[in-house]
């Protein structure tokens, strides 16, 4: 069982940085991922990282402006998600979720376990 927990998010403006974070109990042998829901549409893939890190992709809306990362130092290991040069269209729900294995995987159907969800809000 893995239990997520976000935070860091909030009310920025359009071109300001934001970083969420996501802490993990339970097995670091997870690949962790970023998904975002906007308010009427679907939730939608952002970024994925590898178990142990280094490997990572993003959704071609936020390349080169957002960063994945993961500190598996401690028993409760977290994943980050550095926000730049935001966008108002960047405006959602960001959630946290974890799946077993390394496979590349961008459908939210395939993470077993996800976090409460934490609002992000890019005003212009």
């Known amino acids: 069982q893995v239990q997520l927990i976000e935070s860091g998010g909030g009310l920025v403006q359009a071109g300001d940085s934001l970083t969420l974070s996501c802490a993990a109990s339970?097995?670091?042998?997870?690949?962790m991922a970023w998904f975002r829901q906007a308010p009427g549409k679907e939730r939608s893939f952002v970024a994925q990282?590898?178990?142990?890190?280094?490997?990572?992709?993003?959704a071609d809306s936020v390349k080169d402006r957002f960063l994945i990362s993961r500190d598996n130092a401690n028993a409760k290991n977290t994943v980050y998600l550095q926000m730049n040069s935001l966008k108002p269209e960047d405006t959602a729900v960001y959630y946290c979720?974890?799946?077993?294995?390394?496979?590349?995987?961008?459908?939210?159907?395939?993470?077993?376990?996800w976090g409460q969800g934490i609002q992000v809000t890019v005003s212009s």
């Open positions: 339970g097995s670091t042998k997870y690949a």
């Open positions: 990282i590898k178990p142990a890190g280094g490997w990572t992709y993003y």
């Open positions: 979720a974890a799946r077993p294995g390394m496979l590349l995987v961008t459908s939210s159907l395939d993470y077993d376990y």
